[in-house]
């Protein structure tokens, strides 16, 4: 199967959306499919193809958020290279500019089209209107995301069951959603391929000693991951327990102001901040820490949690549907629902090493069932179902026409 990728990111930017595309490429390639990749280029404002991976970069005007681009939404430089392709089959993972394109393309040559939902955009309206408006922009947000995800597409993937309520009981779209959960390339994670001395040089450039208990927690640092949260669970472990640190790892708007939160709390010497992480190094960061934590309830799936258990760390999640797929309390991990609750089992953990232990033995296990091989298969099911119901829904001309280009 000849298949295009179409994505507003991509490497060398990095975010849990270009591990999901690297990986879901990697895997097809590995059981023989043909991936091309469309993106926007980064780097300048030329077009680009790498032949050997198979990208194009189409060039777009920054945005101000990160290092993203904004492209043209039918670049007409681009369409003869990738009808030169022969798709079989184009698969979205962007609602933006590139999606867009991805749409018209599919349209005009008739090709089918699988598009991946990954943004609760709902929870990022704040970005937007500042706390104004968000009743009215969360509408407007709902009409476009129908939109894009229900009228201009074959088939539609989500990563959770909470994406997929969002679609079927509040959108109440009529359309196939499949549930998909996003693998990842549990191999990369496994304390038998990290570096040894590696760990050991980090761990001494963050002065981490082998008595300290560190959390981890991995992601964008901005509003919506709730970050602030576990600064004041920290500020009240500390009191009992001062080896106790916080190692957060990624970017992002809200850093300095967080920075500043921690020089209040008195908690300089307790998180630390490591800035970008590059996309290798990332699987040796979860071998530094103790306990996975987040409090983000605004994930779709949350792939920094299958990343910690593949590493064998329990992990410590705020209690919210989007981890109920991955994480079983008490087995692998455990829920809190509010702060009492999660120094609670913080405490506990830090002094019952025989269950900390014990979770991230089985926490290794639950990661096995989200490999790549297996993400890419069920992404397959979906691609063969979009091709067979594209194929139905055409006229006898529009078959004809398909077979004579090809």
Not at 329 to 343: A, M, Q, R, S, V
Request: net charge positive; glycine share 4%.
């Amino acid at each position: 199967m000849r298949i295009g990728i179409f994505t507003e990111t991509y490497t060398p930017y990095i975010s849990g959306l270009v591990t999901s595309e690297l990986m879901l490429k990697n895997a097809l390639e590995k059981k023989g499919h043909e991936v091309y990749v469309v993106t926007a280029n980064l780097e300048g404002f030329k077009y680009s193809y790498d032949e050997k991976e198979k990208v194009l970069r189409i060039p777009g005007v920054p945005t101000g958020i990160y290092d993203a681009r904004l492209t043209s939404i039918y670049p007409i430089q681009a369409v003869n290279k990738i009808r030169s392709w022969k798709l079989d089959i184009i698969h979205s993972q962007t609602e933006f500019a590139i999606g867009t394109f991805a749409r018209l393309f599919a349209k005009q040559f008739n090709i089918p089209i699988v598009h991946t939902y990954h943004t609760m955009y709902e929870d990022y309206v704040h970005y937007i209107t500042k706390g104004h408006f968000n009743r009215s922009s969360k509408k407007i947000v709902e009409y476009l995301t129908k939109f894009y995800c229900d009228k201009t597409i074959t088939e539609l993937i989500v990563p959770t069951k909470k994406a997929y309520d969002l679609f079927k009981e509040k959108y109440n779209v009529k359309r196939n959603v499949h549930i998909v959960p996003t693998g990842i390339e549990v191999e990369r994670f496994y304390r038998q391929n990290i570096d040894i001395k590696r760990i050991i040089q980090l761990k001494k450039m963050y002065n981490i000693s082998k008595n300290d208990f560190v959390l981890l927690f991995v992601g964008r640092i901005a509003e919506e991951k709730n970050i602030p949260f576990l600064f004041t669970v920290l500020s009240k472990i500390v009191k009992k327990h001062p080896n106790v640190k916080l190692m957060i790892v990624g970017e992002g708007p809200d850093r300095d102001q967080y920075e500043k939160i921690v020089l209040k709390k008195k908690l300089t010497d307790n998180v630390i901040f490591t800035g970008k992480v590059a996309w290798e190094d990332i699987p040796v960061y979860y071998h530094l820490a103790t306990l996975f934590i987040t409090a983000s309830k605004t994930e779709t799936q949350g792939l920094t949690v299958i990343e910690a258990m593949a590493s064998g760390l329990p992990v410590l999640c705020i209690d919210d549907i989007s981890f109920r797929t991955m994480v079983f309390d008490d087995l692998n991990g455990k829920f809190f629902t509010n702060e009492d609750e999660c120094i609670k089992l913080i405490l506990q953990l830090y002094d019952d090493k025989k269950e900390l232990k014990n979770l991230g033995k089985q926490a290794i296990i639950q990661a096995e069932h989200c490999s790549a091989s297996q993400y890419a298969e069920n992404i397959l099911v979906v691609y063969q179902n979009a091709i067979k119901n594209k194929e139905n829904s055409m006229g006898i001309l529009s078959k004809l026409i398909k077979k004579i280009r090809g």
